[in-house]
């Protein structure tokens, strides 16, 4: 099983950035899709952004703000992070679909379609 290993998170004011990053454990990992979800203290897991074959798909909360990229073989998975609220703060985590692939656009994949996923990585948003 593909490990995946996220980094970057901290402490910023509102209105700095991040950059998240989300590694495999492998050179190549074979993905249709992947995803960065969140999770807020006392609040569901949520979807902020998915990169697959037919592109990028962000939440409402985050879209013009964050950007997700990935390199070529998928190895590293990027969430840029801009102009971040308190609202933003919380566990970030790193998703990916080990290679299974679902007869849906990547941009609607839940939970359940993620096969992988890592330990999260903490951002605070300070006023």
């Known amino acids: 099983q593909v490990r995946l290993l996220e980094s970057g998170g901290g402490s910023v004011h509102t209105g700095g950035s991040l950059r998240l990053s989300c590694t495999a454990s492998r050179d190549r990992y074979n993905a249709y899709c992947m995803a960065w979800f969140r999770q807020a203290p006392g609040k569901e897991r949520e979807a902020v952004a998915f990169i697959g074959s037919d592109g990028t798909t962000y939440s409402d909360a985050v879209k013009g703000r964050f950007i997700i990229s990935q390199t070529a073989g998928k190895k590293n998975t990027y969430l840029q992070m801009n102009n971040l609220t308190i609202e933003d703060a919380g566990m970030y985590y790193c998703?990916?679909?080990?290679?299974?692939?679902?007869?849906?656009?990547?941009?609607?994949?839940?939970?359940?379609?993620?096969?992988?996923w890592g330990q999260g990585t903490q951002v605070i948003v300070s006023s």
């Open positions: 998703a990916g679909d080990g290679g299974r692939w679902y007869p849906r656009i990547c941009g609607v994949y839940g939970e359940a379609d993620f096969h992988d």
